[in-house]
């Protein structure tokens, strides 16, 4: 039994050229298993691949709000398709962002409706990316729960209280990354204290974010999981040791193919 990061960008180019020395690390730091998160076509399809090189990885595949106007014709096709891959356990990551404004807002929030279309096609969860748009994110969330229960995590969860509760109602889990670990984060982490333990997650968003004592450190890498982690047990007050065997749980209640025994013989488009 060991960690699981909910959220690694390893198909980067930072920690991609060093996969066997991040997972051997990762290893180390009894993490047990990598999720793969994809921004466009052309990781999504990475993403995947990376999951033959190791017994520890699976992908998700999507298109991150900021990368919709780049999105080819067929890059929603090329999505649909590499989600039947077995070692595909989540979409995304998609959602909603307005702190940049790469993407026009209308783009954004068709790619992250695609996303939950499939969502409910597949049973596959949404990994759902938030920034500067808590109100425009709870209405979109609120009419795709008129179709039921949703299945997905609010991931690198900066939000507030009232948000992170909204997102619990919709049936939604909540993650959290290094920003938990920063001094300034006091009150991020009051949100945290708050949010039940049936329903968290951790993560890294590496190669992005690393958490506190490698604040300034370049990139973040899965190991350091453990940082963020040892945060969480603390606003928990529990044991580090039970707040893995929970996240873990939640891990694969979410991602429910992680352990599916299903031959990875989808060939790749
Ligand atoms: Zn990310």
């Keep these: 039994m060991g960690w699981i990061d909910t959220h690694a960008h390893l198909a980067d ?13 990762a290893r180390s730091a009894n993490l047990e298993g990598v ?30 709000p900021n990368y919709g106007q780049l999105a080819s014709a067929h890059a929603w096709q090329a999505v649909e398709k590499l989600a039947e891959h077995p070692r595909v356990v989540a979409l995304g990551e998609s ?5 940049w404004d790469d993407c026009p807002f209308e783009l954004q929030l068709e790619f992250f409706r695609k996303h939950w279309a499939l969502s409910r096609a597949t049973d596959l969860p949404v990994i759902i990316h938030m920034r500067e748009c808590e109100a425009e994110m709870l209405d979109a969330l609120q009419q795709e729960f008129a179709n039921g229960t949703l299945r997905g995590v609010m991931h690198s969860f900066a939000g507030s ?6 997102c619990l109602e919709f049936g939604l889990y909540i993650s959290f990354a290094g920003m938990l670990t920063y001094k300034k984060s006091s009150e991020l982490r009051e949100v945290a204290k708050q949010i ?5 997650l951790v993560e890294t968003d590496c190669p992005y974010l690393s958490p506190e004592p490698h604040r300034s450190k370049r990139p973040n890498e899965p190991a350091w999981v453990v940082h963020t982690a040892r945060v969480l047990a603390d606003v928990k007050s529990i044991p580090v040791s039970e707040l893995m065997k929970h996240t873990r749980q939640n891990t694969l209640d979410l991602f429910s193919r992680w ?9 790749l488009p």
């Design 95 to 99: 959602g909603l962002d307005k702190y």
């Design 35 to 64: 999720l793969c998160v994809a921004v466009d076509e052309e990781t999504s399809l990475q993403c995947v691949e990376l999951t033959s090189r190791s017994e520890m990885l699976r992908a998700s595949v999507g298109i991150h």
């Design 259 to 267: 352990n599916s025994t299903e031959p990875a013989s989808v060939r």
């Design 13 to 25: 180019t930072h920690l991609v050229v060093q996969l066997e020395e991040v997972l051997v690390r």
């Design 196 to 200: 039940p333990l049936e329903r968290l």
């Design 161 to 166: 209280l009232d948000t992170a509760l909204r």
